[in-house]
């Protein structure tokens, strides 16, 4: 079983699984190797993407001198400029997106496979590839998180759009239109004005992968997902498992992926997460995120209060509702 200690498996719907899933060691075997490869090379480049989002300034001070100066041909040149680099990385940032969809779905394709009885066995013995669908569920809230705070992307590529058609319209030739075609920088403008784009590539790509396998059951997709909603969750509640970790970031890893697990079952189940027949300890999940020192975890509680899908219907138990206000 490798890095993974079993403690008690599930067999009844009323019990928890309740494992050690070593997110900081497992390594793929054999059976896991082809899809491990497949994944490993995308989430590689996962950190370079975090890091030039991170450093990503924008071009607001041109932009601003340019449209305060409509007649200062150079000052328009100096804007067209500074936003044209940086279209080229919001495009590298949108690419890579479709790339992690398509990890996702070799993932989901492993992990939900009739080649184990049920999703708990699956984590058990494919433990190598649970740990990088956690680590495309990390990626994703950090993206989004960062993506949320800076509101330079959005004006720098609106500007880069008026600008573009302003020239079409007088017949200039654009350096940087052969980066972002029109169809592209439709596709690009619409990612980018989703509040959470890469949550909500992931959540389509997943919905994307549940009706494409019609003969698979929905459940083992939501099934896969609510298991690691609990293993996480454990993992986090109990002192044995937790002393086992061997750096405070894997605490703060296994509380983004339990919170991004949570917001993809919500969109992927019919009646969500937050339902009585939902298989997520929704009361427990939160008690565990705030049982953490406040300031550590209060994006994570805005993601499941303004990122989810079902939170707010009426069949959502006023508790929950009262534990996230």
Known sequence: MGNLLKVLTCTDLEQEPNFFLDFENAQPTEAEREVWDEVDVVLKDAKAILDELQAYKGAGP??????????????????????????GKLKKF???????EAALHSLLGALTSETYSDPTQHLEREQALAKQFAEILHFTLRFDELKMTNPAIQND?????????????NNVP?????????????????????????LKTLSDGTTKFVSENKNLPIENTTDCLSTMATVCKVMLETPEYRSRFSSEETVSFCLRVMVGVIILYDYVHPVGAFAKSSKIDMKGCIKVLKDQPPNSVE???????????HLNDESTNKAIKSMLQ
């Open 157 to 169: 590529f609106s500007y880069y759009r008026r600008t573009l058609s302003r020239m079409r319209i």
């Open 62 to 87: 041109e932009i601003r001198e340019a449209i305060q100066n409509p007649n200062d041909e150079a000052l328009q040149e100096k804007a067209w400029a500074a936003v044209v680099p940086l279209v």
């Open 174 to 198: 654009a350096e940087g239109e052969n980066e972002v075609n029109n169809e592209l920088a439709n596709r690009i403008s619409l990612f980018y004005a989703d509040a959470t784009p890469m």
């Open 94 to 100: 949108y690419e890579f997106s479709q790339r992690l």
């Open 299 to 309: 994006g994570l509680l805005n993601a499941l209060r303004y990122t989810t899908k």
